[in-house]
């Protein structure tokens, strides 16, 4: 394979499934809050190898619609370790020309949370080496159904034709509106399902499933899920093979 045909097999799109860090804490014999330090460590460690292996778009399922239901302490641990993340890391997405965005139900974070997002979100949107997307607060039913919803409402007030709904459209009412559609999803800790993960988007996703927690990913798996990745042969319902 020649370094052309490398480079149009690297996925433009990789979606990450953050899965195992209470059970990499629970191993060691830590609360599941170290758990969740570590794996911040390794969104960190991704970021840099998908920017340097040249994907453009990274996107991180990091707190799903269904954890609202996990006891408070811990959903104020994570949101703790949210706050934090956003006020450390931003300046540094930006200094490497990073544009960070947030999809999901944003409203029900914290106000001050809401305003960390929107800060951010505003001084990296003009960057353009990579793409970082954190799913918060995300739910793929919660999407699409939020999607039909708001066309409804455009049908009702006149705005909007009912013949004039089709895929295309659909999905500029998505809240992951201007991302491409995720050519590879990873999913840690040996768990072999979506999970609510962006259930429009995946339609002809390629998945891959490690073993490892994510605590313990790092940049030799993202390695070993691309090379999987490039030896699939993507045909997108047809019989011509993927270029």
């Known amino acids: 394979m020649n370094v052309d045909e490398h480079e149009k097999l690297t996925p433009k ?51 799903s619609s269904e954890n609202w239901r ?25 200094g490497k020309n990073i544009r960070f965005r947030v999809i999901g139900e944003r409203k029900r974070l914290a106000p001050d949370i809401q305003k960390l997002v929107e800060e951010a979100e505003r001084t990296t949107e003009g960057n353009t080496r990579q793409t970082l997307t954190l799913a918060l ?13 708001r066309i409804a ?14 895929e295309a459209l659909f999905e500029n009412y998505l809240w992951s509106v201007g991302l491409p559609d995720p050519d590879l999803i990873i999913r840690t800790s040996g768990e072999k399902r979506i999970s609510n993960f962006l259930l429009w988007q995946c339609a002809y996703s390629e998945f891959f499933f490690t073993d490892v927690y994510w605590p313990d990913f ?19 319902g047809t019989t011509a093979h993927y270029a």
């Open 153 to 166: 409402q455009s049908v009702k007030l006149g705005l909007l034709e009912p013949d004039a709904v089709n």
């Open 13 to 63: 799109h990789v979606a990450i499934i953050m899965d195992g860090n209470g059970r990499w804490a629970k191993q060691r014999g830590l609360p599941r809050l170290a758990g969740h330090r570590k794996g911040a460590e390794s969104v960190r460690e991704a970021v840099e190898a998908a920017g340097d292996m040249g994907i453009p778009y990274l996107t991180l399922f990091s707190f």
């Open 218 to 236: 790092n940049r030799s798996i993202l390695e070993q899920a691309i090379e999987d990745f490039r030896r699939r042969d993507r045909r997108f």
């Open 70 to 94: 996990r006891p408070e302490t811990e959903i104020n641990d994570l949101m703790g370790l949210l706050r934090r993340y956003l006020k450390s890391e931003i300046a540094e997405l930006h």
């Open 137 to 149: 607060s995300y739910g793929g039913r919660a999407e699409i159904a939020d999607a039909a919803r």
